[in-house]
C-alpha cells in the first residue's frame, strides 16, 4: 500500500475523532512516511511496517477514548472507554 492508500485509509477510519486530534495523527503518520523514504525505505515498506490501517485506528481510538474518560470521569465516558 502506498502512502496516499494509508493515509486515506487512516483518515477514514479516524472520522470521528475531532478534527484537530485527526488532523495531528495524520500528520504524525505521514511524518514517518517522509523520514522513512530519507531513509531509502519504499512508501510499501513504511505502510508494512506502521501495520495494518484499521487494527492502528481501533487502537488510537481506544487511546483517545482512555485519555477522554480520564480527563473527565464520568460513568458513562468509564463505561465507553471500556468498550
Known amino acids: 500500500m ?3 492508500e494509508y493515509i486515506g485509509k487512516l483518515t ?3 472520522r470521528k475523532l475531532p478534527k ?3 488532523e495531528d495523527i495524520i500528520s504524525d503518520y505521514e ?3 517522509t523520514i522513512g523514504m530519507e531513509k531509502g525505505r519504499t512508501e510499501e515498506e513504511i505502510s508494512k511496517a ?3 490501517p484499521k487494527t492502528l485506528a481501533k487502537q488510537i481510538k481506544a487511546e ?6 480520564e480527563n473527565k470521569q464520568s460513568a458513562s465516558r468509564m463505561f465507553e472507554a471500556v468498550l
Open 12 to 14: 477514514k477510519l479516524l
Open 64 to 69: 483517545y477514548m482512555v485519555k477522554r474518560a
Open 50 to 52: 506502521l501495520g495494518n
Open 2 to 4: 502506498n502512502k496516499d
Open 20 to 22: 484537530e486530534e485527526r
Open 31 to 33: 511524518e514517518h512516511f
